[in-house]
């Protein structure tokens, strides 16, 4: 009975550091100095990696790193060339980047061709990661964005000059950009779990935030 003291003692001590005598690191606080993981590559990464390989994407995989306050870029890519010239975009993680390239492919390229009649040329975005938490919502929580988890597309660009952005044209009387705009949120909502468009609410004014969270939240 004497022994029993000092050995719930150690069952204690195990709960608090964590078992094994290590301490649990505490969470470093939002706007930490970047910090590299010693990550092993995640078997869906590293499929992601392949597909986009096999899709002929020109693309450099990023270290995992920590930035603090939650903020982290794990599994994620630059893009070089999907093809067609982004602009904004910095670490994407790979499965938004795959998502993201199937809709530019196979939905936006193609709308803008048969219904504006005009080939696409660029694609402008406001970013991708950025550590910080969602906007324009009352419960604050960590953005997508601080995921590298989501994408936020301003703009397309057309051959024939015309430039179609979400702030400008995205309640537009001309029946064929409704059309297209119809089409490529459609094609959005199949493929990104988030959708916001400026029919979501006023800080989605000037662009679709497109997220891969698998949440089925389509606005």
């Known amino acids: 009975m ?5 050995l719930i003692g150690l069952l204690l ?14 969470t470093r606080p939002m706007g930490s100095p970047p910090v590299t993981l010693n990550l092993p590559t995640s078997r869906d990464t590293q499929a992601c990696f392949a597909d986009l390989s096999r899709e002929e994407v020109r693309f450099s995989p990023l270290p995992d790193r920590d930035y603090g306050g939650g903020c982290q870029v794990i599994g994620a890519v630059q ?55 969602t906007v324009g919502t009352a419960v604050a929580r960590l953005s997508g964005h601080a995921l590298a988890n989501a ?14 952005s979400v702030q400008d044209n995205w309640r537009t009387d001309d029946a064929d950009t409704q059309r297209f705009w119809k089409l490529i949120h459609a094609s959005a909502c199949k493929r990104f779990g988030t959708v916001l468009s400026p029919d979501y609410n006023a800080a989605h004014h000037d662009h679709l935030h497109l997220e891969d969270d698998h949440k089925a939240f389509c606005r």
Request: charged share 20%; glycine share 14%.
């Open 13 to 26: 001590a195990g709960c608090v550091f964590g078992g094994g005598g290590e301490r649990v690191p505490p």
């Open 151 to 164: 994408v936020d597309v301003s703009a397309f660009i057309l051959a024939d000059g015309r430039r179609i």
């Open 79 to 133: 893009l070089i060339d999907i093809g067609v010239p982004v602009t904004g975009i910095k670490a994407m993680r790979c499965g938004l980047a795959e998502e993201f390239i199937g809709w530019t492919r196979n939905a936006v390229a193609p709308a803008a061709y048969q219904v504006l009649g005009s080939k696409l040329v660029r694609i402008e975005t406001m970013g991708t990661y950025a550590c910080r938490n």
């Open 2 to 6: 004497k022994h029993l003291v000092p």
